[in-house]
Every structure is written in structure tokens, then in C-alpha cells.
């Protein structure tokens, strides 16, 4: 979908709660979601049958001959689950789009109920190193490459890993392109270290060059969603997760309940390292309260 035209497509797609025809799907309805809208972005969501999908479809259609804005046929996919063939044809036809398949990317990340593998993370892995490719580092000063591993690789990491713990074979692989470019000035594998990367991270009274230790980090920044569901912030997935698995039970006492996936299971599986801490704070409500400021939990003082 074009940019723009939030507030009319969200209005458009609110009408639809008054249609008795459709048929929400299960797990949006109790938690009030028919769709998911961001700026070039549009997730909608029903049950896989004609009805709903007609309706859906005409009122999105609505919406744009009102506005002028269009769906891009050619990056626009339906997924459909559990229905025969012949119905997954109907719908296809329907909506004019093609059948994509899960996993797949939105927002730039993978959308995923399983645990995320090597091969999901790849892109991250290969945008890092055509990066780190097309610098002239081999005329940096070593402070040079340390500031340029800590502005950019750093950043570049940095989205994926505050939504998801990422797989520990993917960090070592960008911790070896950022040893190997800070020794070397090349993305080329390299076993070339004057100093081993644990020590590199420590911080420079330490004798290291203080940059960020991005697995200990990743798992840091976990603790952000751990505050926010603790908080019960007013999001669409702090809802989801309450509605159908935490199920206003305490997250401080309960277990991880078995059948929550792995992004939320990893997120609650955090507060027993926070717990870990040796901090003047006992609870966890009162650990994750100490590393707010303003409101909000800072992962730098985490």
C-alpha cells in the first residue's frame, strides 16, 4: 500500500465491526483488532471464508476510491491456513494477490511464532557486511575503526535486537565481521586478533576500548518488553499477550506458561536473570521501577 491515508483506512476498517457477515478471527476480536496500520503498511485480518474476505476486500476498495491511494499488486500477498484448495483458489481470485508464504518480513523483521533461525537472520548478517565491505578502512587509526563498529554496525543491529533475542550463531558471526574489520580493515573471516573480543568490550579502565558487548546487550534490551508487560502499556501485542497467555495472572510469580510462543516466552524467561542481580532491590516490580526514567525503562542504566 502507498504512503499515507492512516486516519481513513483506520476509520474504514472500523465500520467493518458493525458488518454481521464478517467474521473476525478469533485471537483479534477479543483483543479489538482488525488490522494492523503503519505508515506504507497494512495487516488485515478475518476468517477464510468468502464473506469476510468479500467484505474486507470491498471495503479496503472503498477506501481507495475515495482516496486515490492503491494497493501495490506486486508486493501485496494473501496467506491463507486451513481450508481446501478450492477455497484458497476463490480468494486468490478474489483479491487479485498472491499467495505468499510464512515466515516472511514485515517492518523489516521476521514475523515468526517460532523460535528464529540461522537462515531468517541471514539478512541482518549480509547487510552488516556489505557495509563493513565498502569502507576504506585500511587508512583508519584503530580508534577510527572502534568508532565506526560503535556508530553503525552497533546501529544496524540494534532494531532486530530490541524486538527478539537473536540466535547466539548469529552473534558471533557479527562480533567476527567487527574483530575481523577492526584487525584487518577487511569483512574477510580472519583468525588475526591482538586482543580477544571479551577483553575489547571491557571498558577502557579495564584496559579495553569500551565498545558494547551486543549478546549481553541483546539480552538487556529484552528487559524493556518484560517492563512494558509488567506495566500492561496499552499496545496491541502487551494486549494480545495478556489475553491469551499471561491471562491476569502475576508475571512475577507465575511460570511461562508451555504453549506461549517464543518471543513472548523469552521476554517473560528474562526476569530470572533480572532476578539474578545483585541490586538493593528485591521484587521484580521494584528492580524494573529502579531502571525507569521518566517514565520509561532506559536500557543504558539496565
Same mark, same amino acid.
Given at each position: 500500500?502507498?504512503?499515507?491515508?492512516?486516519?481513513?483506512?483506520?476509520?474504514?476498517? !472500523?465500520?467493518?465491526?458493525?458488518? +454481521?457477515?464478517?467474521?473476525?478471527?478469533?485471537?483479534?476480536?477479543?483483543?479489538?483488532?482488525?488490522?494492523?496500520?503503519?505508515?506504507?503498511?497494512?495487516?488485515?485480518?478475518?476468517?477464510?471464508?468468502?464473506?469476510?474476505?468479500?467484505?474486507?476486500?470491498?471495503?479496503?476498495?472503498?477506501?481507495?476510491?475515495?482516496?486515490?491511494?492503491?494497493?501495490?499488486? !506486486?508486493?501485496?500477498?494473501?496467506?491463507?491456513? /486451513?481450508?481446501?484448495?478450492?477455497?484458497?483458489?476463490?480468494?486468490?481470485? *478474489?483479491?487479485?494477490?498472491?499467495?505468499?508464504?510464512?515466515?516472511?518480513?514485515? *517492518?523489516?523483521?521476521?514475523?515468526?511464532?517460532? +523460535?528464529?533461525?540461522?537462515?531468517?537472520?541471514?539478512?541482518?548478517?549480509?547487510?552488516? &557486511?556489505?557495509?563493513?565491505?565498502?569502507?576504506?578502512?585500511?587508512?583508519?587509526?584503530?580508534?577510527?575503526?572502534?568508532?565506526?563498529?560503535?556508530?553503525?554496525?552497533?546501529?544496524?543491529? &540494534?532494531?532486530?535486537?530490541?524486538?527478539?533475542?537473536?540466535?547466539?550463531?548469529?552473534?558471533?558471526?557479527?562480533?567476527?565481521?567487527?574483530?575481523?574489520?577492526?584487525? #584487518?580493515?577487511?569483512?574477510?573471516?580472519?583468525?588475526?586478533?591482538?586482543?580477544?573480543?571479551?577483553?575489547?568490550?571491557?571498558?577502557?579502565?579495564?584496559?579495553?576500548? !569500551? &565498545?558494547? !558487548?551486543?549478546?549481553?546487550?541483546?539480552?538487556? #534490551?529484552?528487559?524493556?518488553? *518484560?517492563?512494558?508487560?509488567? +506495566?500492561?502499556?496499552? &499496545?496491541?501485542?502487551?494486549?494480545?499477550?495478556?489475553?491469551?497467555?499471561? +491471562?491476569? /495472572?502475576?508475571?512475577?510469580?507465575?511460570? #511461562?506458561?508451555?504453549?506461549?510462543?517464543?518471543?513472548?516466552?523469552?521476554?517473560?524467561?528474562?526476569?530470572?536473570?533480572?532476578?539474578?542481580?545483585?541490586?538493593?532491590? #528485591?521484587? *521484580?516490580?521494584?528492580?524494573?521501577?529502579?531502571?525507569?526514567?521518566?517514565? /520509561?525503562?532506559?536500557?543504558?542504566?539496565?
Amino acid at each position: 500500500m502507498v504512503h499515507g491515508g492512516r486516519t481513513g483506512v483506520v476509520t474504514e476498517m !472500523n465500520q467493518l465491526s458493525v458488518i +454481521k457477515k464478517l467474521k473476525y478471527h478469533l485471537r483479534c476480536k477479543m483483543v479489538g483488532v482488525t488490522h494492523i496500520c503503519f505508515p506504507g503498511d497494512l495487516l488485515m485480518f478475518c476468517m477464510t471464508d468468502i464473506n469476510s474476505v468479500t467484505k474486507l476486500q470491498k471495503t479496503f476498495q472503498s477506501f481507495s476510491a475515495a482516496s486515490g491511494l492503491q494497493a501495490n499488486a !506486486n508486493r501485496s500477498s494473501i496467506y491463507i491456513t /486451513r481450508v481446501p484448495q478450492d477455497i484458497n483458489d476463490s480468494l486468490k481470485g *478474489l483479491t487479485g494477490y498472491i499467495e505468499g508464504s510464512i515466515h516472511f518480513q514485515y *517492518l523489516r523483521v521476521p514475523l515468526s511464532a517460532k +523460535k528464529l533461525n540461522i537462515q531468517q537472520c541471514l539478512p541482518l548478517v549480509e547487510k552488516i &557486511t556489505e557495509r563493513v565491505s565498502c569502507w576504506p578502512a585500511k587508512m583508519l587509526s584503530y580508534s577510527g575503526g572502534v568508532q565506526l563498529i560503535k556508530s553503525v554496525i552497533f546501529g544496524m543491529q &540494534t532494531y532486530w535486537a530490541q524486538i527478539f533475542i537473536l540466535p547466539k550463531k548469529i552473534m558471533k558471526l557479527i562480533e567476527t565481521i567487527c574483530r575481523t574489520f577492526l584487525w #584487518t580493515g577487511t569483512s574477510a573471516t580472519s583468525r588475526k586478533a591482538l586482543r580477544a573480543w571479551d577483553k575489547v568490550c571491557q571498558l577502557k579502565a579495564s584496559k579495553g576500548l !569500551n &565498545t558494547i !558487548n551486543m549478546g549481553l546487550w541483546n539480552k538487556t #534490551t529484552i528487559l524493556k518488553q *518484560l517492563w512494558a508487560l509488567t +506495566k500492561k502499556k496499552d &499496545t496491541i501485542w502487551i494486549k494480545w499477550a495478556h489475553c491469551y497467555y499471561i +491471562k491476569q /495472572r502475576d508475571i512475577v510469580t507465575t511460570d #511461562t506458561p508451555k504453549t506461549t510462543p517464543w518471543v513472548v516466552r523469552k521476554i517473560i524467561d528474562a526476569k530470572q536473570g533480572l532476578m539474578q542481580m545483585n541490586t538493593m532491590q #528485591t521484587s *521484580l516490580s521494584a528492580k524494573l521501577t529502579f531502571m525507569e526514567i521518566q517514565g /520509561r525503562l532506559q536500557i543504558q542504566k539496565a
